[in-house]
């Protein structure tokens, strides 16, 4: 069955640390991958995607990923984390049925 | 960028009753939406794909004559919970796909459903 894990349900940085935040997909899912964000009691919002083309991809917020096929992971990082990135991050992939995986999420918590 | 709205985003009923949540694209046309479900620290479930002016599909598990799904205009779906009960609280979550976004979907802000 295609899926999409995360590695770490709570991953816990202090301010101003790297941030990296694990995600593994099967290698049956097509490589359209996401991450979202999700602030309390707050729907999804996109923080990036890897479609085609370069690996490593840039979103909002200074957060960037890079798809590595070999690894089937789409890690997501942020070089300096900052209070306001305590929030809960989702890992998503496209499946073959045209439908969004998500994996179970990992909540990140800042440390002053 | 595209937006989703849902109306209402918290709503308290008592049990027994029938609620209905709206989805709506405000900026573009949906041809596609999609209703999760979220219950407290875990991840979305989907529960069912709504395709303009057609039934909706629903995931094994979810009682299609609980949550009835309309998609009845591209910029609008609703989502009602028939007879609710205290089991189906919870953060409802919609998002919309449109005709030329076949990989990405457009987020809602939620709305939190207490049954009493």
């Known amino acids: 069955a295609q899926s999409v894990t995360q590695l770490g349900s709570h991953v816990s940085v202090s301010e101003g640390a790297l941030v990296l935040l694990r995600c593994n997909y099967s290698?049956?899912?097509?490589?359209?991958l996401f991450w979202y964000v999700q602030y309390p009691n707050q729907g999804l919002q996109l923080l990036l995607k890897y479609t085609t083309g370069a690996t490593l991809v840039k979103g909002i917020n200074g957060f960037e990923a890079e798809f590595k096929k070999s690894e089937t992971s789409f890690h997501l990082t942020k070089p300096s984390a900052h209070m306001s990135d305590a929030a809960e991050y989702f890992c998503?992939?496209?499946?073959?049925?045209?439908?969004?995986?998500f994996g179970s999420g990992t909540r990140l918590s800042i440390r002053p | 960028g595209a937006v989703v709205s849902q109306h209402p985003s918290r709503v308290i009923c008592k049990s027994g009753t029938s609620v209905k949540i709206e989805c709506r694209s405000l900026?573009?046309?949906?041809?596609?939406m999609f209703w999760y479900r979220q219950f407290p620290k875990q991840s979305l479930m989907l529960m069912a794909t709504s395709n303009e002016g057609s039934k909706a599909t629903y995931e094994q598990g979810v009682e299609k004559d609980k949550f009835l799904i309309n998609h009845a205009s591209l910029t609008l779906s609703t989502l009602t919970v028939t007879s609710a009960h205290p089991e189906d609280s919870s953060f409802y979550i919609c998002?919309?796909?449109?005709?030329?976004?076949?990989?990405?979907?457009?987020f809602g802000p939620g709305t939190r459903l207490t049954v009493t």
């Open positions: 998503a992939a496209y499946s073959s049925a045209s439908k969004i995986i």
């Open positions: 290698s049956s899912v097509p490589p359209y």
């Open positions: 998002s919309a796909r449109s005709a030329g976004g076949i990989y990405e979907q457009y």
């Open positions: 900026d573009f046309q949906a041809t596609t």
